[in-house]
């Protein structure tokens, strides 16, 4: 990836794209026009197929509750519904703070600026945790890690690969929305990586865990996530 050695970017910056990310997605943008980010040295041949995937109808919004729960069963990050553990504090403190502002009544139309916001701000903290986790699997043992097998959390972004993007996005939102998912959505996240590089070090290997938080909340926020 060519990626700008410039001013660090923080978390909360990044997951102001997530947010505008998850509101294309919501309201169901056709990206059938896109073209996949060009991506300097970097094997971009990583591809999902043409395969059609025709638009599930939705029918309301998950409850808060349920929603936490499946963003929770969809990482495979621990504490189920107790959220007891230390790194659950986070995931706790955040659902409790934003409770008020996520869906109650399972109605479409209360999909609001505010609750979208908070919504991505409970995925993050719940991606966060599922990240460290991965991230806690040694180099060695990538192939152990449930989602982000390709990145190298060791390195800065521009030693990550393309593949590496799209891969842990599938199979985060594969989770997530219950579904395959279409070419569309992979570019559309290849399109994401290459905004999240500009401005940010390409050799820190803290933005490569907060890109890799980014899409997984970009997954968890979708609204395909938050639907039923």
């Known amino acids: 990836m060519n990626y700008a050695n410039k001013n660090s970017k923080t978390l909360t910056s990044s997951l102001l794209f997530v947010i505008g990310l998850g509101t294309v997605m919501a309201i169901?943008?056709?990206?059938?026009?896109?073209k996949s980010a060009n991506l300097a040295g970097l094997n971009n041949g990583?591809?999902?197929?043409?395969?059609?995937v025709?638009?599930?109808?939705?029918?309301?919004?998950?409850?808060?509750?349920?929603?936490?729960?499946?963003?929770?069963?969809?990482?495979?990050?621990?504490?189920?519904?107790?959220?007891?553990?230390?790194?659950?504090?986070?995931?706790?403190?955040?659902?409790?703070?934003?409770?008020?502002?996520?869906?109650?009544?399972?109605?479409?139309?209360?999909?609001?600026g505010p609750t979208?916001?908070?919504?991505?701000?409970?995925?993050?903290?719940?991606?966060?945790?599922?990240v460290d986790r991965d991230r806690a699997v040694s180099e060695s043992q990538r192939a152990q890690r449930l989602f982000f097998r390709e990145f190298d959390f060791s390195q800065g972004l521009s030693?990550?690969?393309?593949?590496?993007?799209?891969?842990?996005?599938?199979?985060?939102?594969?989770?997530?929305?219950?579904?395959?998912?279409?070419?569309?959505?992979?570019e559309m996240i290849l399109s994401f990586a290459q905004e999240f590089s500009v401005g940010v070090s390409a050799t820190d290997p803290i933005q490569t865990r907060l890109l890799a938080v980014s899409i997984c909340t970009a997954a968890l926020s979708s609204i395909d996530a938050l639907t039923y």
């Not at 990583?46 to 059609?52: A, K, V």
Request: aromatic fraction near 6%; charge should be negative.
């Open 46 to 52: 990583f591809s999902t197929g043409d395969t059609h």
């Open 28 to 34: 169901g943008m056709n990206c059938s026009g896109m």
């Open 159 to 186: 030693q990550q690969t393309s593949d590496s993007v799209t891969m842990a996005f599938e199979r985060v939102a594969r989770n997530a929305w219950r579904r395959n998912l279409a070419s569309e959505d992979s």
């Open 116 to 130: 979208l916001i908070a919504v991505t701000n409970l995925a993050s903290a719940v991606c966060a945790k599922a």
């Open 54 to 112: 025709d638009p599930p109808t939705y029918v309301g919004f998950l409850s808060s509750e349920q929603m936490i729960k499946t963003m929770i069963a969809s990482t495979g990050t621990e504490g189920l519904g107790d959220l007891t553990e230390t790194s659950d504090d986070l995931i706790d403190k955040t659902y409790k703070d934003k409770t008020g502002m996520l869906p109650s009544l399972q109605n479409l139309n209360q999909a609001s």
